[in-house]
């Protein structure tokens, strides 16, 4: 069945075997995973991974009419659940062995990632995130400090995942094609990480830093903080730093202080 993708919901159906191949190959999928796919489309990454014969194998699909063909191609071999992924209760497919899929919609796809990470791992754990995003997204993602794509998001995703980088994919790989490159990235949870008593704060903090991104860090320290030499002093830092000077690190000594400071 010929299924047009909407523009509306960021569709783009990935078309190209030997890029499905090597997604699937990413997750090393074995018999007692558990795997979650978003977005699968018109399913022909759900065919191959379903090939590796996973433990258990759910799809989370906002689309009706894809949902319908899901069902046809597959009957029931997957569990499909009709909901849109951001406002889904994730918990419930909590397990250390789950790996998830997901080719996802450009203009969500760094929300959808923020989600996995404000998630405590007592809430929801998995054991490897395997995502597509638009190439520019994912430069972001992977940026060093000192570079021009680094910033909130880097520091942010760095936080609790390790990163890498599999391969850029050209827009000939999906239909239709978008105009940009897409990249394919695998997360997988660290075990030693600073925690915070709240995520939002670590995104409050990178959010009044880069928001300042030209400005040397002098200004946004005053924004968060009564007394900012207290910080400089205890961090040794150069006020005359930009916010893309600061190591990840850094933004994390920062954080905690904060939240010592606003309780």
Not at 118 to 127: D, I
Not at 158 to 171: E, G, R, T, V
Not at 180 to 188: A, D, Y
Request: with cysteine; proline share 4%; hydrophobic share 40%.
């Amino acid at each position: 069945m010929k299924i047009a993708p909407k523009k509306s919901l960021g569709q783009n159906f990935l078309i190209d075997k030997s890029v499905i191949e090597r997604i699937c190959n990413s997750g090393s999928i074995t018999e007692n995973n558990n795997i979650l796919e978003i977005g699968p489309g018109t399913g022909n990454l759900t065919e191959f991974i379903l090939q590796r014969k996973p433990k258990k194998f759910h799809v989370i699909e906002k689309d009706e009419r894809l949902i319908k063909n899901l069902k046809e191609r597959f009957d029931k071999k997957l569990t499909i659940i009709n909901h849109d992924i951001l406002d889904y209760d994730l918990k419930l497919l909590s397990d250390k062995d789950l790996v998830i899929f997901g080719n996802l919609p450009y203009n969500i796809s760094s929300q959808i990632l923020a989600n996995f990470i404000n998630y405590s791992y007592s809430e929801f754990s998995y054991k490897k995130l395997v995502l597509m995003f638009q190439k520019e997204v994912a430069d972001r993602i992977l940026a060093k400090d000192n570079s021009r794509n680094y910033g909130r998001l880097s520091i942010f995703s760095s936080w609790k995942l390790n990163i890498k980088k599999i391969m850029d994919i050209n827009p000939s790989s999906f239909y239709p094609k978008p105009k940009v490159m897409s990249s394919l990235l695998i997360f997988e949870p660290k075990i030693n990480f600073i925690k915070f008593k709240n995520s939002k704060n670590l995104e409050h903090i990178t959010n009044v830093f880069f928001n300042q991104r030209r400005k040397m860090i002098k200004k946004p320290l005053n924004i968060l903080f009564k007394d900012p030499k207290k910080v400089v002093d205890e961090l040794s830092l150069d006020i005359n730093l930009r916010p893309q000077n600061l190591k990840k690190d850094t933004f994390y000594k920062i954080c905690l202080i904060y939240e010592k400071l606003i309780n």
